[in-house]
């Protein structure tokens, strides 16, 4: 049996702000149970709804030294889907209202988090041979595995993976600070190691030291090789790019279902959608208080509202688009500027647009079940989950040829009568809009065509079992298995 421990800043179901927490959630259960024991640690935090922090079961608590701090770790346990999900509890620092804050208090915050989860490894009696790391707030574990770690025969020859979820959050802070903070000899700060143009950096870290990179596509372990993705690490990328290997995400397909999803009201599959996924449309566009209008073309976007995912672009073309027949759902929190610009066009195209300004589980899965077509033109996107949903529920990807979308959707090829979404090349306002307009006409002008595309979409293969074996194969190639 071979043990893989993943450390994780989110994991669904208990606390999700994006796509890691569906990873970090639903990976660990798909791989071979034969073979390997897979266990996931993450911080128990405050703000983790009761429902959760009810069941939790105590396991045992302890104080470790964090540089010249004495912090108090507690253990809780859970087993949940077959899988055993560790907490590190420490109010001091879980106790905020969302999982990150200001940079300056998540830098300690995981700094103390990936101490404690190895600290932490004896007391539960699990010793594994990989610690899989994801993002930059676990990405000193490499570097403490390989530092004062090393001097514990429990911990001795245990080998690191780190996952890039996102190149883009590094974790940065000043030297002098995460020295204090983290009591790392002066050793660790120079330009070949934890430092970065001046900075201490905390991803870098994790590139460094681990024994095996990964990020969440092709496309974008080739992207981040170059200066425009590399988000000033693609020289680092370029160094290590024989120990990294791109992995596409999958999706929990048992969540994501259209034919059982609890939290949608109307159940379809790929041979009913054409008649079935329809009333969903109508009870959003009820829910909404949107036009009923069963031909109207519904274009939904379920997002973070930041730059990453192009808004700029959205925003720019938001009046042109609404001069067609169509309806435009929004489930997003982030930048103000969207929020409001969502907000002022959901009032000014009253009945067309609906702007969802919230979190919400529940509307998301109304969301994808519900639209023609879903618009997501990332400026990058390392794998991209939402456009994965939208090909299971049936529903039209619509994005730009970036990262993930690049490798998850197959353009539309009117010739050949191939291809499971649309796409454009260039970060162009105009070609967004150009390509969501052919999508529209093929909606309305070519309804057997649109929903082939549908049942191309729907017939491939997103769950984790392709991904999970890829995973189980560089486990293996580590361990010289
Ligand atoms: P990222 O990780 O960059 O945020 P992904 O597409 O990989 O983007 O994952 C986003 C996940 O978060 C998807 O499961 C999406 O449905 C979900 N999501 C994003 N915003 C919201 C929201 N406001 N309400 C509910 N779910 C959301």
Redesign the pocket.
């Known amino acids: 049996m071979k043990n893989i421990l993943f450390v994780t800043s989110e994991a669904a179901p208990f606390i ?7 990873v970090a959630g639903s990976l660990p259960k798909c791989f071979n149970k034969e073979e390997f024991d897979c266990r996931v640690i993450l911080p128990k935090y405050q703000c983790m709804s009761e429902e959760w922090k009810n069941q939790l079961k105590y396991v045992t608590h302890f104080y470790m030294n964090l540089s010249w701090r004495s912090q108090y770790v507690g253990i809780l346990e859970l087993e949940y889907d077959g899988v055993h999900f560790y907490f590190i509890d420490n109010e001091y620092y879980f106790s905020g209202p969302k999982p990150y804050g200001n940079i300056y208090q998540d830098i300690e915050k995981f700094a103390f988090f990936s101490k404690a989860a190895l600290s932490a490894l004896p007391s539960i009696g699990f010793r594994p041979d990989i610690v899989h790391c994801h993002d930059w707030e676990t990405g000193l574990i490499p570097v403490m595995l390989k530092d004062k770690f090393q001097e514990g025969e429990f911990y001795r020859g245990i080998k690191s993976v780190i996952t890039i ?2 190149l883009k959050f590094q974790g940065v802070w000043d030297v002098k600070t995460v020295r204090d903070i983290t009591g790392l000899p002066a050793y660790y700060f120079t330009p070949d190691k934890l430092e970065a143009y001046g900075d201490a950096n905390y991803l870098k870290g994790g590139i460094v030291y681990a024994d095996a990179i990964t990020t969440v596509s092709d496309t974008y372990a080739e992207e981040i090789k170059m200066p425009f993705y590399g988000e000033r690490l693609d020289g680092l990328m370029r160094a290590r790019s024989n120990d990294l290997r791109g992995i596409v ?1 999958g999706i929990d397909y048992e969540v994501w279902n259209p034919e059982t999803d609890p939290l949608i009201e109307h159940h379809y599959t790929a041979k009913n959608f054409r008649k079935e996924k329809i009333k969903n449309k109508r009870a959003l566009q009820r829910e909404l208080g949107l036009e009923q209008n069963d031909s109207s073309f519904m274009v939904g976007i ?3 509202l930041t730059d ?2 192009g808004f700029d672009l959205i925003a720019y073309m938001m009046d042109e688009m609404c001069q067609n027949d169509l309806q435009i759902v929004v ?3 982030g930048e103000e500027k969207y929020e409001d610009m969502f907000r002022h066009f959901a009032w000014k195209y009253q009945g067309k647009v609906s702007a ?1 300004i ?4 529940a ?2 899965h109304k969301v ?1 079940a519900a639209c023609d077509a879903f618009l ?1 033109p990332s400026l990058f ?7 994965i ?1 939208s090909l299971r529920y049936g529903t039209v990807p619509v994005v730009r040829e970036t990262g ?1 979308l690049k490798d998850t959707v197959q353009p539309y090829n009117e010739y050949e009568s191939t291809g499971t979404g649309f796409s454009f090349a260039n970060y162009n306002a105009h070609e967004m809009y150009n390509t969501l307009k052919y999508a529209m006409s093929i909606y309305y002008n070519k309804k057997r065509e649109w929903n082939k595309i549908i049942d191309r979409g729907m017939a491939v293969d997103f769950s984790w079992n392709s991904s999970a074996r890829k995973y189980e194969e560089m486990y293996n190639w580590l361990l010289g298995c």
């Open positions: 999700k702000t994006g796509g890691l927490a569906d979820h996102n995400n379920v997002s973070r990453q995912k489930l997003g929190t969802n919230f979190y919400s589980e509307l998301s994808y997501m996107e390392p794998c991209g989950l939402s456009q949903i993930g």
